[in-house]
T-cell receptor, first 115, second 113 residues
Framework: DADVTQTPRNRITKTGKRIMLECSQTKGHDRMYWYRQDPGLGLRLIYYSFDVKDINKGEISDGYSVSRQAQAKFSLSLESAIPNQTALYFC??????????????FGPGTRLTVL | DQQVKQNSPSLSVQEGRISILNCDYTNSMFDYFLWYKKYPAEGPTFLISISSIKDKNEDGRFTVFLNKSAKHLSLHIVPSQPGDSAVYFCAAHYYNQGGKLIFGQGTELSVKP
């Protein structure tokens, strides 16, 4: 079984709709992240959470919100989707106790298309 | 402003030869660097890392070199194999900012038989 799962894997929606992407992990990590990947831009951080009560904006948080429902669950919402939010979205986790590397473990991604 | 840059979007190499992927950064506060590998329809997976106090780290066929004065790192894959064909992301970690990483744009490596 995958350690980091994302649902849905693919989603097509229309402009103005509210969308929620969900992420669950079984790694027992405290830290969770949401990224988006766009061609030529790499992975950009949207939001991150270091524990259930800690939520932080990343470099591109406008138009997004998040909820950390439990240690294992971190969801990303687009309150009113727009076409330039069409992208591949990744959730990741890391363990504070990993030492200096803070290796992040990624889910398989959600491909979101906003028409 | 892109703090981590991978200026080559793609690289094609013959099987058995060396692949060299490059990454430049601008922030001297990065304290270690990581390389991730991504296959289509999968999430990125960690490949190798290097601390800013080192200049080389080796793991099997993969070696990362760091040149702090030039703010440049490179990933060497020797010998390259067709299964190495993937997108490679360079990432940098901020000193004392928890697990936050800054990623480069990625380089798509194609290893031809």
């Amino acid at each position: 079984d995958a350690d980091v799962t994302q649902t849905p894997r693919n989603r097509i929606t229309k402009t103005g709709k509210r969308i929620m992407l969900e992420c669950s992990q079984t790694k027992g990590h405290d830290r969770m992240y949401w990224y988006r990947q766009d061609p030529g831009l790499g992975l950009r951080l949207i939001y991150y959470s270091f524990d259930v009560k800690d939520i932080n904006k990343g470099e591109i948080s406008d138009g997004y919100s998040v909820s950390r429902q439990a240690q294992a669950k971190f969801s990303l919402s687009l309150e009113s989707a727009i076409p330039n939010q069409t992208a591949l979205y990744f959730c990741a986790t890391s363990d504070e106790g990993q030492g200096s590397t803070d290796t992040q473990y990624f889910g398989p991604g959600t491909r979101l298309t906003v028409l | 402003d892109q703090q981590v840059k991978q200026n080559s979007p793609s690289l094609s190499v013959q099987e058995g030869r060396i692949s060299i992927l490059n990454c430049d950064y601008t922030n001297s506060m990065f304290d270690y660097f990581l390389w991730y590998k991504k296959y289509p329809a999968e999430g990125p997976t960690f490949l190798i890392s290097i601390s800013s106090i080192k200049d080389k780290n080796e793991d099997g066929r993969f070696t990362v070199f760091l040149n702090k004065s030039a703010k440049h790192l490179s990933l060497h894959i020797v010998p390259s194999q067709p299964g190495d064909s993937a997108v490679y992301f360079c990432a940098a970690h901020y000193y004392n900012q928890g697990g936050k990483l800054i990623f480069g744009q990625g380089t798509e490596l194609s290893v031809k038989p």
